[in-house]
């Protein structure tokens, strides 16, 4: 099974600051992956999918991008309401995996 | 606009069954594309991929839950159902079910996202 690693586990920033979150993959993998965005006490919310797409509704300041094995998450002008966990998560065959999460505290 | 709920039991014993209904609406699962999937967390953890009901009653499972995991439409139209045997405190978390919608990836596989999930039901299991 294909596993994933992100990286920082957890980070603090600044308001206005931009924020990068790197998931890697054991393997190449294809552009079937997404990030979430957890709130405390919340379901996860999709944010990207097939790598790069923004999901309806997600704020422009949101983007994914990333091929092979190295998928970024940025988050351009972090804002309050981007605290929260975010998740990447790949799709391979009809099974799913996810990373095992990054905290970002403001 | 779509939803969904989980209902089940909150609470269970070793060795017991746990049975969940995902109740929604907004889609229809007989639409091409579409899916429900069956997700878990634990406290502190990443979600856990557990089950997929595509829409053309296709089934896929976690290996390394499949021995124990059924995924079934319900009685209605707009429920889907899952089932897991033998429970064990492992297997307390929240669990969740979410809406899936098909697209190609850039190697052109069928692939899957999860887009709108519902709020989760608590299942603890401790005897």
């Known amino acids: 099974a294909i596993q994933l690693t992100q990286s920082p586990s957890s980070l603090s920033a600044s308001v206005g600051d931009r924020v990068t979150i790197t998931c890697r993959a054991s393997?190449?993998?294809?552009?079937?992956f997404a990030w979430f965005q957890q709130k405390p006490g919340k379901p996860p919310q999709l944010l990207i999918y097939d790598a790069s797409t923004l999901e309806s509704g997600v704020p422009s300041r949101f983007s994914g991008s990333g091929t092979g094995t190295d998928f970024t998450l940025t988050i351009d002008s972090l804002q309050p309401e981007d605290l929260a966990t975010y998740y990447c998560q790949h799709f391979d065959t009809y099974l799913s995996s996810f990373g095992q999460g990054t905290r970002v505290d403001i | 606009q779509i939803t969904l709920r989980e209902s089940g039991p909150t609470q269970l014993k070793p060795t017991q069954t746990l049975t969940l209904t995902c109740t929604f609406s907004g889609f229809s699962l007989t639409t091409g594309g579409v899916g429900v999937v069956w997700l878990r967390q634990s406290p502190g953890k990443a979600p856990e991929w557990l089950a997929h009901?595509?829409?053309?009653?296709?089934?896929r499972y976690s290996p390394s839950l499949e021995s124990r995991l059924t995924v079934t439409t319900g009685t209605s139209k707009n429920q889907v159902v899952l089932t897991l045997t033998n429970v064990d405190p492992v297997d307390t978390a929240t669990y969740y079910c979410?809406?899936?919608?098909?697209?190609?990836?850039?190697?052109?596989?069928?692939?899957?996202?999860?887009?709108?999930w519902g709020q989760g039901t608590v299942v603890t299991v401790s005897s």
């Open positions: 009901l595509y829409w053309n009653e296709d089934e």
């Open positions: 393997q190449g993998i294809s552009s079937a």
């Open positions: 979410a809406h899936s919608f098909d697209y190609y990836d850039n190697r052109g596989y069928l692939s899957s996202a999860f887009d709108v």
